[in-house]
């Protein structure tokens, strides 16, 4: 048996006593979505590896450690998709999408590759579904999202669900939030890694995100960006907070909430639940009004969500 072949580490196989589970799931989630009005798409399984560089942001853990990466034949430089936004962006803009119609929703759901450390939950290969909703700038379509997300783990049955939320504000906003977040890190840099030494000067909000148990204790006394959002921010992101509230969507305001990725801006938010234990986000996404104009499309503001198939079915 020594000489037999073995799934790699990090990916399972579903056997047919579970697949049907799957099947399932996965059907219920095409209804759900289409009954909200979106539309499907399906982006391919690598692509070229500057979109991730410049979409996801060279200071994350997904770029700097976890993407699958070669150089093929062509000396075309390729990445297994470690996450699915900046995929749908691209052939959003690559298809002219914008030109067709004002808005467009779509959802997708599909396999990503990340070189994580294996866990319960969270494999080196694994699903992900979730929705991009383009052309809104308004607060109804952050709440649309978002209870979107909500409504589905709820019409599961999905007990004890929290959703976080936070505004991260405009890069206007931004600006002054990290200069002030500069200097609070530079003041307490002997408490800190030596991968958060380097993100102060990249990208400092990426530190809000540490799961190191004492870097987590001087986060708790960092500036908070609501001090320093400007009164379109401030504007936007209450009438966010009003909106759930009439609907009946219970929220929890986390200053600190950053989410892991460079894109976002304004609303970010995490759907969390008591009942998987420490691996307790079912899912997360936000506003990220700047990435198709960075990926080289027009001013074009976006929403969206991402959640992992795997957790669902735990």
Known sequence: MSNTFRNLKGTKDVLPNESYRWQYL??????????????????????????????IGKETD???????????????NLTLRPELTAPVVRSFIQHQLGKQNKCHKLYYL???????RPQKGRLRQFKQFGIEAFGSEFPEQD?????????????LNIKDLTIKINSIGSKESRLEYT??????????????????????????LRILDTKIDFEIDLV??????????????????????E???????????????????DYYSKTVFEIQTNSLGSQNALCGGGRYDYL?????????????FAAGLERLLM
């Open 26 to 55: 996965e059907n219920y989630i095409h209804n759900f979505f289409m009954k909200y009005g979106y539309q499907e798409i399906r982006t391919p399984s690598f692509e070229n590896s500057e979109l991730f560089l410049r979409s």
């Open 62 to 76: 997904i770029v700097s450690k976890e993407m699958y990466s070669w150089i093929d034949q062509g000396n075309n």
């Open 110 to 116: 599909g396999s990503l590759y990340r070189r994580e």
């Open 143 to 155: 709440v649309e999202v978002i209870s979107m997300a909500f409504l589905l783990y709820d019409s």
């Open 179 to 204: 200069k002030e977040l500069q200097k609070y890190f530079k003041a307490h840099i002997k408490q800190l890694t030596d991968i958060s030494k380097r993100r102060i000067e990249e990208n400092p």
């Open 220 to 241: 708790k006394n960092a500036p908070k960006i609501c001090d320093f959002l400007n009164s379109q921010d401030k504007e936007h992101f209450n009438r966010v907070l």
């Open 243 to 261: 909106l759930l509230k009439s609907l009946k969507i219970p929220y929890q305001v986390d200053d600190y909430l950053v989410r892991g990725l």
């Open 292 to 304: 198709v104009e960075e990926l080289g499309g027009n001013n074009m503001p976006a929403m969206g």
